[in-house]
Each structure stands twice: as C-alpha cells, then as structure tokens.
C-alpha cells in the first residue's frame, strides 16, 4: 500500500491529507507536526487573544477528526532528515518513517529578538497567544501608570500587536527597523497615513532602530533605544517577520532559495516530491514569476490543489494572494504580487491624508496592489490582477 508522508501539520498539510483522503480511502497518510496540537487556525490567534473567541474555537480539527480520517497525526515530533535515495525521513524519535510520495508544509519560523526576558511575546502558535493572554492579564492587574507595553515591528504581526493593547487599554509605543510600516514595500505617503494613524491614537512611533535593547533583571522593565533612552515596558510583543530553514531541504539536495522551490503544480524537481504553504517558492502564472506567499489563503488553496495532484489528479495552483488586516481600526489590504524591487513601475491610485492606493506593475501588467483606508477598489483590482497574461 502506497505511502504518503507530509511534513508539516499547518493548514497547508491537513487540507492536503484531506484532499488525498476524500480521493483515496485507503492509501496510508501520515503527517509529521513538531507542535503538541492538532491543526489550528492562525488567523484566529488574535482574536483569541482579545477574548473574541475561545480557546476551543481556534482548532479546526479534533483528534478525533485524524482518527475518523484514518490520517495518522505524529504530534511533537521533528523531522530531522529526508532520505531520497531510501525514501524515507528520519525523525526526532529516531525513527524511519517510508515514503512513496513527500509533501512538505514545514511553514516559517519566527525571527527572535535578541534578547529574552519574561514579557518578551511573540504572536505565530496556539502556545504564543496562551503566553500573550497571560502577559496581559497580568499588567491589566498594576496599577495605571505601570501598564505599559511596546512593539517591536512594523508588519502584520505588529499591527495585532498594537490591536490588542488598544483593546485592553494597555498604553503602549512602537519600535520600527527601518523607517516606517512596511519600509521595503510601501511609499512614503503610505507609511505617512499608517504613522497618522497610530498617532491619532496617542501612539509614539520610533523609528530606525535596529536594535533596541532590553532593561531587567528576570523580567522586563523597560525598552532602551540606540540614543540611550529607556522606555518603561511591560510587554515587548515582537514581529519581525518569519524566516524558512532550509538546511534540511539543502542536505537533501531538494532545490530552496527562499523556499523549496516548486512549479505551478507545487512539484519539486525530484519525482514524487512536494511543497505547499509558507514554505513554496512556487511558479505564480498570474504574476508570469517564482514567488512565496506566507497567508492562511494562500496555504489552505495550495494545500487542495497539491492533495488533489498527489492523488493523482493533477491541478495547478492559480490564487490572487490576498492579505487583509487592520491598524487601529484603519484597513491594509495586499493583492499580489507587491515586491517593489520586482516591478517596473508603482503608480499611485489614491494619495489623501486618510487612504493610499499603489499599484505594481511589470511588463505593462498590473500584478500587484496596497490599499490602505479606502478598499472599496479591492475585488475590482484582484479580477484585474488575475486576467492572463
């Protein structure tokens, strides 16, 4: 009986075993997952983390549901090397799992601060959000003027940083790298309006700061800015983007650049083997160029067509990626492909002291678009990035 095996248990990797199931209820599916948990939504976390929803609502699939699926779910477990002459993957527990075919959805890991003290946070597993809630409940519990906290970023992880202590009306300042929100993708302007933004809700901004500095002993006091200044800080939530750790990928001689590189199919260039999610570095033929889009969309719609491919039903992978959040109740919305170094020319839509619109576009084509404040443009634009070429 043929064997799949997927690395990775995200959503990527569950909507593929899915996939294969619903076409094949006999093959045997095995997915490897370092996290203790069955797959959960991400998108939900922050949600979670301001009491919207609870806990139990986070988690798409019940143990059951792998059980029920015949889809054997090895939870805490790593995959430590990939075997391709042997077929096999060597794991944590120093076992020798076979395959017959490989998917693998391994996502990014976090960039770490520095520095760790209690009341650093970070926002990307179930586990994060759980330290999170507790971190806050605790500085809700000083006295006013000790609740305070600060953000070191300024992406979509900052922007649920800042949502949050808003919402507990825990004060707090943000901490940039580079010059503003987004500093490689967006314009100025943009930046401008998203810094207005935030200031209109009594937010400090600072920026190019590379590497602020922690004051505590055990537990965090403060965040020291390169003048020397320390600002009072009980929580420093941390987003500063997420990186793909190819090592295991390279030692198997499995192409990676910024991610395993794969085609339109989400095939590697070895026979058999996959990749799908955060970690693909996949031919986009919307956007006519190789790409990689860490979204929960974008995994989810990948996760289906690489299950169906593998099931022997073979589908490219064709998807308008879309990202949407918030900045204090402002809305940021990316459409495609939005790599500024990439494209040719960045025409700017809508420019007011409230809303921004850019538009990407390479080879006379639109491929990609920001919308900020204003995104009544959006489903307009997204049909207009996902015309052929």
């Not at 991400?42 to 549901?65: E, M, Q």
């Not at 693909?280 to 289906?304: C, H, K, L, P, S």
Request: net charge negative; proline share 2%; hydrophobic share 40%.
């Amino acid at each position: 009986m043929q064997n799949i095996l997927i690395i990775g248990g995200g959503i990527a990797g569950t909507t593929a075993a899915e996939e294969i199931r619903k076409r094949d209820p006999k093959v045997n599916i095995t997915i490897i997952e370092e996290e203790q948990h069955p797959c959960y939504s991400r998108v939900l976390l922050p949600h979670y983390v301001k009491d919207k929803v609870v806990r139990d609502k986070v988690f798409i699939r019940s143990s059951a549901w792998y059980v029920e699926k015949n889809i054997e779910l090895m939870s805490g477990v790593r995959a430590l090397e990939i075997d391709l002459e042997n077929r096999f993957v060597r794991t944590s527990e120093d076992r020798e799992l076979p395959f017959d075919k490989l998917l693998l959805t391994t996502g990014g890991e976090i960039s770490l601060f520095h520095d760790d003290l209690r009341g650093v946070s970070y926002l990307h597993s179930v586990d994060d959000a759980d330290h999170l809630k507790a971190l806050i409940g605790e500085v809700r519990t000083l006295k006013p003027d000790e609740r305070k906290a600060a953000v070191y970023g300024g992406g979509f992880i900052a922007c649920e940083y800042a949502n949050a202590f808003k919402h507990f009306e825990i004060p707090f300042f943000m901490v940039m790298r580079g010059p503003g929100f987004w500093s490689r993708i967006l314009s100025e302007h943009s930046q401008e309006v998203l810094k207005r933004q935030a200031e209109k809700h009594g937010v400090h901004i600072y920026t190019d700061e590379p590497m602020p500095g922690l004051v505590g002993e055990d537990e965090l006091r403060a965040v020291k800015l390169k003048s020397g200044q320390e600002l009072d800080a009980r929580i420093l939530g941390v987003g500063i983007g997420m990186q793909t750790d190819t090592k295991i990928f390279a030692d198997a001689k499995i192409a990676a650049e910024h991610g395993v590189i794969v085609n339109e199919y989400l095939e590697t260039s070895i026979k058999d083997v996959y990749a799908a999610g955060d970690v693909a570095e996949f031919m986009d033929t919307i956007v006519n160029r190789r790409v990689r889009y860490g979204n929960w969309m974008n995994a989810q719609m990948q996760g289906r067509a690489v299950g169906a491919t593998m099931a022997g039903e073979r589908t490219a992978f064709k998807l308008v990626s879309s990202y949407a959040t918030n900045l204090l109740g402002m809305h940021i919305i990316f459409l495609g492909d939005i790599n500024r170094d990439q494209a040719d020319e960045v025409r700017c839509g809508l420019a007011t002291d409230e809303a921004s619109q850019e538009l990407f576009f390479r080879d006379g084509k639109l491929v990609g678009a920001v919308l900020i404040g204003d995104i009544s443009a959006r489903a307009t634009l997204t049909q207009h990035i996902g015309k052929s070429l």
